[in-house]
C-alpha cells in the first residue's frame, strides 16, 4: 500500500514498527540515525516517516528539517518518549504531520499514519485539468463541456489568490479533487494541506480535531493536543461537507476566518494562525441559513468565491469523453485491452441519470470492464449495474415491501424527532458490522470493501457505538 520509512536507534522498535505496519499491507525501510534515513530517501522517496526525536548524530529536528528540504509535502510524524509542551509545539510549527509520545495506543497510532498516508495523497498527487489526460497519471478532472471548461479557468483564476472558496456541487462531482487542484495550483503549494471531513468525525471530537486542546481540558486529556488548523499553519485548510458542521463548531470557524487566530479546547490564549480555507458541501445553504442551521455571517464569509460543479446529467455531452477515459484506465488497471462499448451501450450511458454523477460512472464502468468476456461492453452488460435509465440500480435489494413496512413502524415510533437520520443511522451500523464481520474484524479490508477511508470507517463505528466481537485491527 505505502513505503513507510522509520528511522529509530533502537533496533527491537523498529523491528516491532515494521511488524506492525507491514501486517496493515505497508512496506517499510529502516534506518538506525537520520543520516542512515537520509540515504534512504534519497535512494527513493518514501510516502511518509516516522523519526524519533532522539538521535545519536542529528536529532529528529535536524533531520525532519532536511527531510523537508528534499520533500516538503511528504508527512512527518515524530515521536519520542521524552516529551515535553515545547517540543510539541516546536515539532508543529516545523510542519511535521504529527507528535507522539511513547509509549501509544496501537490504534491510535495505525488511525494517525492513516490519515498521514492521505494528507501526504492529497499534497503530492496532481489532479489533472486537462482535455486529454494520460491515464496513466493520477487523478483527473475530464470535461470538454462549456461549463466544465468555465470551472477550469474559475480554478486558474482563484488559485494564486488568498481567497476563501466554497465548492458546490452534488455528491459525486468531484469538490475534493476541486479543492486540491486550488491548492496544488496555489501559492502554499509546498506547505501542508489539511482535510478535515465534518461528517466522518463525531461532533464531539471535531472542535478538538480542529483547534486542539490543552492538558486537563476534558477526562484523558493527558497532554496539550496541536489541532489540525494549527498545524497547516501557512498552508490550506479544506473543510468538507461544511454545510453538515455543528453551529457551535461554525462560531470558532467565523472567527478563524475573520481574526486569523484560534483557541484550543481548555485554554485560554489566543493562537494566530496563517490559513487559507476552502470548503465544499452538497447542501441548500441558502436553505440552511433560512432554518437557523446555518450561521449567515459564515456563509458570507466562505462564499468570497463560489465554484459550483454541475451534475453530470447537465454535461451529457461529457459521458462519452469520461467514458473512453475510464474505461482505459480500468483496463490498465485489471491488466486486459480496452474491450470498448458498442453503441447502444453508449445510448444507454448518455440516457441515464446519474444520481452518483461521475463516482458513479467510474464505478460503473470498472465492474463493467471486471466482467467483460473479451469483446466489446454491451447494453445488457451496463442494464445489469445501473438498470434501466432514470430507475434505481439493479442488484441484489432487500424485499421492498418488507423494508417499507419496517420505515413506516419507525416514521410512526419517530414522527418528527429525526425519523430520517434514525433510520439512516440504523442502515449505515448494520451495513459497517457486516462488512467487518465479512473481513473478520480487520477494519482495513472493511473500509476497502464500503469504498471510504479507514479513518471514515472508525469514526462512523465510534459514532453508531459500535461493539464488534472479531479481533478489530
Known sequence: MADILIIDDDPRLRQSFAKLLTSEGHTTRQAPSGEAGLELMHEKLPDMAVIDLRLPGMNGFETFKAMRDIEPRMPVVIMTAYGTTETAIEATKLGAYDYVLKPFDIPVFLKLVDNALQAG??????????????????????????????????????????????????????????????????????KPFM??????????????????????????????????????????????????????????????????????????????????????????????????????????????????IPPLRERGEDIAHLSNFFLARHSRDVGIDNPGLTTEAKDILRAYHWPGNVRELANTLHKAVIFSRGGPIQAQDVSSIIGQPGKQQSGCVPDNEALEHWIQNTLNRNSGENALESITDHVAALTIKTALAATGGNRTRAAKLLGISRPTLVAKIDKYGLRIDAKIS
Do not use: W
Open 121 to 190: 495523497k492529497f499534497m503530492r498527487s496532481r489532479v489533472d485539468m486537462s482535455s486529454e489526460p494520460d491515464t496513466t497519471r493520477g487523478e483527473v478532472l475530464l470535461g470538454r463541456s462549456q461549463c466544465m471548461q468555465e470551472l477550469f479557468k474559475a480554478v486558474g483564476r482563484v488559485a494564486p489568490t488568498d481567497a476563501t472558496v466554497l465548492i458546490r456541487g452534488e455528491s459525486g462531482t468531484g469538490k475534493e479533487l476541486v479543492a486540491r487542484a486550488v491548492y496544488q495550483h496555489s501559492l502554499r503549494s509546498h
Open 195 to 308: 482535510v478535515i471531513n465534518c461528517v466522518a468525525i463525531p461532533e464531539t471530537l471535531l472542535e478538538s480535531e480542529l483547534f486542539g486542546y490543552e492538558k486537563g481540558a476534558f477526562t484523558g486529556a493527558t497532554n496539550r493536543r496541536i489541532g489540525k488548523v494549527e498545524q497547516a499553519n501557512h498552508g490550506t485548510v479544506f473543510l468538507d461537507e461544511i454545510g453538515d458542521m455543528p453551529l457551535t463548531i461554525q462560531a470558532k470557524i467565523l472567527r478563524l476566518l475573520q481574526e486569523k487566530q484560534v483557541e484550543r479546547l481548555g485554554g485560554r490564549d489566543t493562537i494566530p494562525v496563517d490559513v487559507r480555507i476552502l470548503a465544499a458541501t452538497n447542501r441548500d445553504l441558502e436553505a440552511a441559513v433560512q432554518d437557523g442551521r446555518f450561521r449567515e455571517d459564515l456563509y458570507y464569509r466562505l462564499k468570497v468565491v463560489s465554484l459550483h
